[in-house]
Every structure is written in structure tokens, then in C-alpha cells.
């Protein structure tokens, strides 16, 4: 709590000034310093000319990371970040990623991760950031669906991990049908119900007469005949 | 006499000797032993005993000891005289005995009740005690009835089954008796149903299980019906004779319990005397029968109405599936078989009216049974189209055949109007008669009151909808003869650009009545052209803002052939006639250049081709003379032909759209069921998946069966169409997007 020098020479009568000013511009002090320095990393990766993170930056910050370019994790970095387009990070939404994750450094994004991992995974809000992944790869204005080749990366990416058997069979059978070319969000936010109510491969709970997607009725269907 | 004035009160020994010489006295008169009766002067002495005694002062005032002596005679007598005389007897003389008695004591009851009388007015009313006439039969009961109702039981039970039996027995005696247990229940049914009531019931129903077991072994389900008939009729007569009312319904329910209920499925399922048997023998005595016994058992009907279902959807089956053997090569005979289930329709109906008295769990199951086997295909075509094609050969032979007689064509059409209401596809059946109605009216083989006649009875079964479009049409061929001759008038005036020789008839149809047809670019002879272009001059002169798309597809033309031998009028469609026309500039043309000329599509041009020289009538000539068009062959004017006909009408083999047609109703339900969820979560904002689902299939069902899978594919799409979104709480409700 010294006094810089500078700041006793400016401040000449300032001899009342409570220790929580004090506190509070030293503080204050302190944020505007880790502002610069997640502005210092932001401009380390950005596109100079559109002052965006650009793919080809993303793609360095991830061999930084030491996280491969297609990890779950910096899907859930853009989903902190609530990034709005797929491939790029503005300066706000960088801002608001680090600070929430507390990481200034390289270092400390680095190390921020797993816990980003643990709190995306948590009930609550994977279904929110399950949602995001699907918004995320909408890339044109007025898109609502997704080609199917994107979905089987996507679910992948998403689900593979949790949910190995339910994505190998679905990405298998996306690929095999000609009902669908595209999945849109409410099918999408069908699989992730149907992976988490419905046990699989017995599927005893599944009834095709309730409010599932018909993609999803088709899908168990084609599984029950290969079960057969 | 007069009120003793001997200041010495009576005692109640004196009283008492006095009183049981009287009573000696009333045995012996009504046990019927030579006696005198009661002179007025002992009646009078007897009452006037019991009012001194009763008038005493106290301490002498004995109304309470009389009390007990009058109660006291009647226990004596009761178990001194009555009881053993009644138990001395057996069966049918212990019931005499007993009747015998009970009237006894209903005589003295009365007689000494007037002795005592004075009791009752004063002694009776202030002490709250029970009436004398209470006393005399309630000991009556306790001393006599009491003791002898079960073996009295045991003996009306025994000469009931003696009835049951065949044999003879004294019904007045049985009615007395068991007057007897109701009057022994002082005023409730108690003793009668616990006494005797419970046992016979319980008799009753061994006897009729007994019954029941042997006669459906041994009989034929007619025979056993009228058994059971027969015992029904007894048991009601039963209860008239000596049975209390009161027994009445659980006797029955006891009875057809046992010979109708428990037996149903095996009574019913008789093999060559059961239900089926009946109905397809035409029994419909038996099935009356049938349908009187059960109509009386609450859900009795419910078998007899499955059976009949069951019948009645086996021999549409069987139609079925002889007209499936019977079709060859993919075509079925549908006139033979719309007939023949018409004709099974009117035959089941006949017993639904006659011997099941229209009753609707027999209209239900016959509806049930006809929806079963109406909508199943056959060799490939579903009854929609079948039941149209039949419509279609009715009207196009009525309109040929003039003699046909207008009620048998009235009453076919009511036929056709019932069965397309177990057709679940409606609107494929629309569709397909459509098609069919266009190409009467086009090609002038109908009759006006015919058509109009089976629009309106659609119109009355399935609403206004179902028919506009129908009506429409025909309305379209009534103005188009109105058109034709302002057309004409039209010539005669102006005289500009009349087609040479040509008579033409434009019919104009609305776009939107009629089925939608392709047209195409086909260069027409010149002479077609020119009258083409006076008609739209007309036209446009007559109405603006309207825009002609000519169907040539549909058009027919008569030409005259200049063959050698001699000229023969053709009757051909415009597209086979603008095919010999382009004949008449040059004698010989290749494919190639035929299609060059006229701009028709290929497969139409084979065939055209093929109807002109490769089937019966060989106008033109081919190169080479093969059974099948081909890209290389060449064609010329067969000018050899002749037939000894002078008019020759040439076919052209319309193509089969039956494919189309289902496409077209496909596309049609999927906008129908779109219209109809939106309209429902309009309505309900939110509503649950499977309601959602309910419903919808209820409201389309007048015209479809829609298909579940379908549906559930039009919310999708709905949802993509942001017109409904998922509830995120509740993800099987969905909301309505306002």
C-alpha cells in the first residue's frame, strides 16, 4: 500500500484518503493490469488488419496449448468465451474467456483447461454447451441445419468421449440412410437426450410413439434389425 | 252385560279359569271339532272378563298379568298342539299341516285379540308394550316357525325339482307356504331369503349348471337355445305361481348365468351349428333367438357381436382373396368383386335390422368387420381405386345403355356411397375418380343425372369438400355447350378466319376442378392451328384476364382416311391425328423426322406410333414391319387398308397413372396434415407429442388414415419452419410459435 512516487507528487492534498481508496485504485490497478496483459496475449495471436483471432491464430494458440486443433476443449474455450463465430475470436469475446478463466499467461490459460473441462462436463451446463456446439458450426446467415459429414465430426468431438457406442452407431447409420441430408437442432438436441435417458445398446426404454425425432425412431429401428 | 257392581275384585285365578275355558272353547271351534259357536252373549261375557279385570283398582288392576296370560296361550298352544302335530307329518302332509295350522292360528289371533281388545286400547297404548295381534304371531314364529323351516325347506326345494322335473305338483300349497316365510319376517324379506330363498338359489344353480354341462355336450347350439328359452319361460312362470316378485331377477340372473353365460364361447363357437353356421345358413330364427336370450344379460350382446364380426370379416376375406387368385396378370376383376361385397354388405345388414334389431354393437361390429377387409389390396390396387374404376364402368354403361332402369343404377350408387365409408382412404378414392370422371365427361360417355345424382349423395356423407371439385367439372361441361354455341354464333357473324371446313368444339375447364395434365408443344397441321387461333380471338373478345393452356392430350379428332379401296372415317386422339396429318404432305417419314415436326415427347410418340401401325388397325405402314417402335424405323402411308367397317374408332391405350395419382395424394395429405397441426396448436398454444398425434389423426380421419411416421415427419418439418418449437422443459410438449 506505499504510495507510488508519482502519485505523491500529483497528489498534494490528499492526506484524508482512506486506506480502501488505496485498496481500491491498487486493485482496480491490478485488473486494468491483467486487462493488458490478456490484451498483450490477444495481440500475440491476432489478425493485425481485422483485429481478430483468426483461424490460421487458432491454430498457433492451440500448438502453444499443446492441445490438439479439433480438442473438445477449445470448442469449450469459445463456449466460455460465448464466441459467436466458428474460427474466430474477437477482442471482447477474449476478454471475456481469460477473465472469467482467471488466465493472463499462456500459461495459465494452459493450465486452466482441465478445470474448463470439469466445469463444461457438469449436468447443468453441458447441455447448454452441447447446444453452443451446434450454433457454433452455423456458418452461414439463416442456417439451421448441419451437413451430415459435419455432425459425425462434430458429435465426435462432443459426445465421443461419454458416449463412444451411441455416437459409433449413429455416425454409422447417418452415413448409411437417405432420409436425412441435413440434421437440424432439434435432432441434434434428440441424440443427446436419447444418450442420456435411454440405455443402450438394450434401448428397452425407447418408445417410438413418444416425442422422439423421427431420425431417432429410424435410427433404433435399423439397430433393432441388426440386433436381430 | 253390564259392568260387574260387586264391590269384590276378580282375582287373576278366577280370571284365568274363566278365560281358559273360553280359549278350550275357540280350539275346539276352529280345530274344526263339533262345537257350538259363540252366542253373542259369550262373545260379550269373554270381552267384559278382561275389561273388569283391567278396570280394578290397583292393587287389583291386572291389565299387566293378563298381558302375559294372553301371551301365554298362544306359547301353550303353540308348543302343546301346533308344533307337534305339524312334525309329526312329513313332505307334502307336513306342509298342509303347517299351512293348516298357521290359518288356525290367524283365526285365534283374531278372536282372542277381540277378547283382550281393552288390552290394546289402554294398557298396550301406555306401556309401549307390543300390539296382541304382534304377540300371537310373533309366538307363532318363535315356537312354531322357528322349528320347522328347514325341514319345510327341504320339502318345497324337493317338489320344485319335481317340477323342474316334468312332474305335476300343488302350486297353491307352495304359494301358501312360502307366504308363510315372508309373513314370518314381521315386516322384512329377512326370513324368507335367509330360510328358504338362499338354499333354492343355490339349488337352482346346481340344477342349471347340471343342465347346462349335459345339453351342450348333446345339442346343437339352435336346440340348446331353445332349451334355454324353454327354461326361462318355466322359471318366470315360477314365480308368478309361488315365488315371491322379489326372486324374480336374481332367479333369472341365476339361470342365464348358467345356461347362457358360462357356456357363451362354446355355445357361440359350435362347429356347424354355432353362430357362424347360423349366419351363413340364413338361420334367422335362430339368430333372433340368439339375440333375445342375450340382449337380456348385461354385456351378453359382446360375444354374439364378435362372432357376428368375426364372420362377417372371414367371408370378406375369402372374397378377397378369390378375386386375388383369380386376377391375372396384375388385373383384377373389380366389377365382380365390388359386386359381390356389395351383395355381402346388404346380406349382413339384413340381420344387423332383422334379427339384431338394429341394435349399434351389431352395426359397430358390422362396420368393424367391412373396414377389416375393405381396405386390404388387391394384386396391387387398393380398394380406393378399385371402388372408382367400378363407379367408372357403371356410369360409362348407363350412359351407352339407355334401358338401363334408373332405381337398380340409384340403388348401386347407395351401395358405393356405404362402402367408401369403410374405405379409409377417402381422398385416394377422390383422386381416382376424378381422374376417371374427366375422362367421361371428355369423352362424352355420361349422363348428367347420374353424375350429379352420386355427387350429391357424396356430398351428403362427406361434406361439401369432398365433392367441390367433382361438381365443378360437370358445371364445366354444362357451360362449355353454352360456350360452343356463342362460338359458333360468333362464325356465323364475323366470318373472319373461319376454319375451313373444320367443325371444332372447344370445352373450356376451370384449372383447379379438373386433375392437372401436362401439356405439351405439340406443332399441330395447320388446319388445327388455324382454328385454334379463331377460338382465342373469340375467347379473348368474351373475357380478359383469362389465359387458355391447351391440352391436347385429351382431344379426339375424326379424320377421313383416303385409303384405296375406299375412304374410312378414324376416330382418333389429336395427338394420333396430327401424326397422320403430317402424312398428308409426304408419303414416307422416319422417327427422327417425326419427331422433329411435331415436338412430341418420345414416349408419347411410341405410342401413338404403335397404336397406328403396330396394333389391329395398321393406318401406316412400318419399316422394319416389327412388333415394337424403334428410334429407326420409318413410317408410311398404308394407303392398301380397308375394313369392312366404315367408321373406325382407334384407340390410343391411356398411360397408367395410378402411380401418379398416389404421388399426387401423397403430397396432398402431407399439406392436409401441416394444415391440420397448425391448426390444433393454434388452437391449444401447447399441447403434449402424443395429443398432438391423437388428434391430428382424428381430424383427418373423415379422409385419411394418415400415417403415424408421416406426421411425426411434417412436426419436424414444422419445427424447421419455426411454426412450432419443443417445450425445453418438457421435450415431448411442443408450443405453438405465434
Known amino acids: ?228 | 252385560m253390564s259392568s260387574r257392581q260387586n264391590p269384590e275384585p276378580m282375582t287373576i285365578e278366577e280370571g284365568c279359569k274363566l278365560i281358559d275355558a273360553a280359549v278350550t272353547k275357540l280350539t275346539r271351534i276352529i280345530e274344526g271339532k263339533p262345537e257350538p259357536p259363540f252366542a253373542s252373549h259369550e262373545y260379550i261375557g269373554n270381552y267384559t272378563i278382561v275389561y273388569n279385570m283391567c278396570i280394578q283398582k290397583p292393587p287389583y288392576d291386572l291389565s299387566g298379568q293378563l298381558y302375559e296370560k294372553y301371551g301365554a296361550i298362544f306359547q301353550d298352544y303353540d308348543k302343546d298342539t301346533i308344533l307337534p302335530s305339524i312334525m309329526e307329518k312329513h313332505d307334502e302332509y307336513m306342509l298342509r299341516e303347517l299351512s293348516r295350522w298357521s290359518d288356525i292360528n290367524k283365526i285365534m289371533v283374531r278372536w282372542l285379540s277381540h277378547f283382550f281388545y281393552y288390552l290394546d286400547r289402554y294398557y298396550i297404548a301406555r306401556s309401549g308394550n307390543s300390539s296382541l295381534t304382534v304377540v300371537g304371531m310373533t309366538c307363532f314364529r318363535d315356537h312354531v316357525y322357528e322349528k320347522v323351516h328347514f325341514n319345510v325347506k327341504q320339502v318345497v326345494i324337493a317338489l320344485i325339482h319335481k317340477e323342474r322335473e316334468g312332474q305335476q305338483i300343488d302350486r297353491a300349497l307352495l304359494k301358501n307356504v312360502l307366504d308363510l316365510f315372508v309373513q314370518n319376517g314381521m315386516g322384512n324379506m329377512e326370513r324368507y331369503e335367509k330360510d328358504f330363498e338362499d338354499f333354492f338359489l343355490t339349488e337352482t344353480n346346481s340344477y342349471y349348471s347340471r343342465k347346462a354341462s349335459r345339453w351342450i355336450q348333446e345339442d346343437s347350439c339352435p336346440e340348446y337355445m331353445i332349451k334355454a328359452e324353454e327354461s326361462l319361460k318355466k322359471e318366470k312362470e315360477r314365480v308368478s305361481h309361488y315365488l315371491h316378485s322379489d326372486t324374480e331377477p336374481k332367479l333369472l340372473k341365476n339361470v342365464q348365468t348358467n345356461l347362457l353365460v358360462l357356456v357363451a364361447k362354446q355355445l357361440l363357437e359350435k362347429e356347424n351349428s354355432g353362430c357362424s353356421a347360423l349366419l351363413r345358413d340364413d338361420k334367422t330364427d335362430d339368430l333372433s333367438r340368439m339375440y333375445r336370450l342375450y340382449h337380456e344379460i348385461p354385456e351378453g350382446l359382446e360375444p354374439v357381436a364378435v362372432a357376428f364380426r368375426l364372420h362377417v370379416t372371414a367371408e370378406g376375406n375369402s372374397l378377397i382373396k378369390q378375386a386375388e387368385d383369380a386376377a391375372t396378370s396384375g388385373i383384377v376383376e373389380e366389377q365382380v368383386l365390388v359386386r359381390k361385397i356389395i351383395d355381402l354388405h346388404d346380406k349382413y345388414m339384413a340381420y344387423v335390422t332383422d334379427c339384431f334389431q338394429n341394435h349399434t354393437l351389431f352395426h359397430k361390429a358390422l362396420k368393424e368387420a367391412f373396414e377389416i377387409f375393405c381396405n386390404k389390396k388387391v394384386a396391387g390396387s387398393s380398394s380406393a381405386e378399385m371402388l372408382a374404376t367400378f363407379c367408372d364402368n357403371l356410369f360409362k354403361k348407363a350412359a351407352n345403355d339407355k334401358s338401363n332402369d334408373d332405381s337398380t343404377i340409384e340403388s348401386t350408387i347407395d351401395n358405393v356411397v356405404k362402402l367408401l365409408d369403410y374405405i379409409s382412404d377417402k381422398d385416394l378414392f377422390a383422386e381416382f375418380y376424378r381422374k376417371k370422371l374427366a375422362r367421361r365427361l371428355l369423352f362424352g360417355r355420361f349422363s348428367d343425372d347420374h353424375e350429379r345424382s352420386i355427387l350429391t349423395k357424396l356430398k351428403g356423407q362427406f361434406g361439401g369438400q369432398f365433392t367441390s371439385k367433382m361438381e365443378g367439372m360437370v358445371t364445366d361441361m354444362q357451360l362449355g355447350k353454352d360456350q360452343q354455341t356463342g362460338f359458333e354464333e360468333y362464325f356465323k357473324n364475323t366470318n373472319t378466319g373461319k376454319p375451313k371446313g373444320v367443325d371444332f368444339t372447344v370445352t373450356v375447364l376451370t384449372t383447379g376442378f379438373w386433375p392437372s395434365y401436362k401439356t405439351s408443344d405439340l406443332n399441330l397441321p395447320l388446319e388445327m392451328v388455324n382454328c385454334i387461333e379463331s377460338f382465342k380471338a373469340h375467347y379473348e373478345i368474351k373475357t380478359k384476364h383469362r389465359r387458355l393452356m391447351w391440352i391436347y392430350s385429351l382431344g379426339n379428332c375424326n379424320l377421313t382416311g383416303r385409303f384405296d379401296a375406299k375412304p374410312i372415317e378414324l376416330i382418333v386422339s389429336t395427338y394420333q391425328a396430327a401424326v397422320l396429318c403430317a402424312f398428308n404432305n409426304t408419303e414416307r417419314l422416319t422417327y427422327q423426322e417425326l419427331i422433329d415436326q411435331l415436338n412430341l415427347g418420345h414416349e408419347d410418340l411410341v405410342r401413338v406410333l404403335h397404336s397406328l401401325s403396330c396394333a389391329k388397325y395398321k393406318f401406316l405402314k412400318k419399316e422394319p414391319a416389327s412388333k415394337t417402335i424403334s428410334k429407326t424405323d420409318s413410317f408410311e402411308f398404308n394407303s392398301k387398308f380397308t375394313d369392312k367397317m366404315r367408321r373406325i374408332k382407334v384407340p390410343l391405350p391411356p398411360v397408367d397413372d395410378r402411380k401418379k395419382v398416389v404421388e399426387d395424394v401423397d403430397k396432398d395429405r402431407r399439406y392436409a396434415i401441416d394444415a391440420s397441426l397448425v391448426r390444433i396448436m393454434k388452437s391449444r398454444k401447447v399441447l403434449p407429442h402424443q395429443q398432438l398425434v391423437s388428434e391430428c389423426v382424428e381430424q383427418l380421419s373423415r379422409m385419411f388414415k394418415p400415417d403415424i411416421k408421416m406426421i411425426k415427419k411434417r412436426i419436424e418439418d414444422l419445427i424447421s419452419r419455426d411454426y412450432l418449437e419443443r417445450d425445453t422443459e418438457n421435450p415431448s410438449t411442443f408450443k405453438y410459435v405465434a
Open chain 1, 1 to 228: 500500500m506505499r504510495r507510488s512516487a508519482a502519485s505523491s507528487k500529483k497528489k498534494s492534498d490528499s492526506i484524508t484518503s482512506s486506506t480502501t481508496d488505496l485498496f481500491r485504485s491498487a486493485s482496480s490497478k491490478a485488473t486494468t493490469k491483467e486487462m493488458d496483459r490478456i490484451d498483450h496475449l490477444f495481440n500475440q495471436y491476432a489478425n493485425t488488419s481485422s483485429n481478430l483471432i483468426d483461424p490460421e491464430g487458432i491454430e498457433e494458440l492451440c500448438s502453444n496449448l499443446e492441445v490438439p486443433h479439433t480438442d473438445i476443449r477449445i470448442l469449450m474455450l469459445a463456449w466460455k468465451m460465448k464466441s459467436e463465430k466458428q474460427g474466430y475470436f474477437t477482442q471482447e469475446e477474449w476478454r471475456r474467456g481469460l477473465k472469467a478463466l482467471r488466465a493472463d499467461t499462456l500459461n495459465k490459460l494452459k493450465k486452466a483447461l482441465p478445470e474448463l473441462e470439469k466445469e463444461v462436463r457438469r449436468q447443468t451446463n453441458f447441455a447448454d454447451f452441447y447446444a453452443y456446439a451446434f450454433r457454433y458450426c452455423l456458418t452461414e446467415e439463416k442456417q439451421k441445419s448441419i451437413d451430415i459429414e459435419t455432425i459425425c465430426q462434430l458429435l465426435e468431438i462432443v459426445m465421443g468421449s461419454t458416449f463412444r457406442p451411441q455416437v459409433d452407431y449413429f455416425v454409422e447409420y447417418l452415413k448409411i440412410q437417405n432420409d436425412y441430408k441435413v440434421i437440424n437442432m432439434d435432432q441434434w438436441m434428440g441424440f443427446y437426450r436419447f444418450c442420456n435417458e435411454i440405455s443402450f445398446p438394450e434401448m428397452t426404454e425407447y418408445n417410438p410413439e413418444l416425442a422422439w425425432p423421427l431420425v431417432l425412431d429410424n435410427f433404433v429401428e435399423w439397430i433393432r434389425e441388426k440386433q436381430a
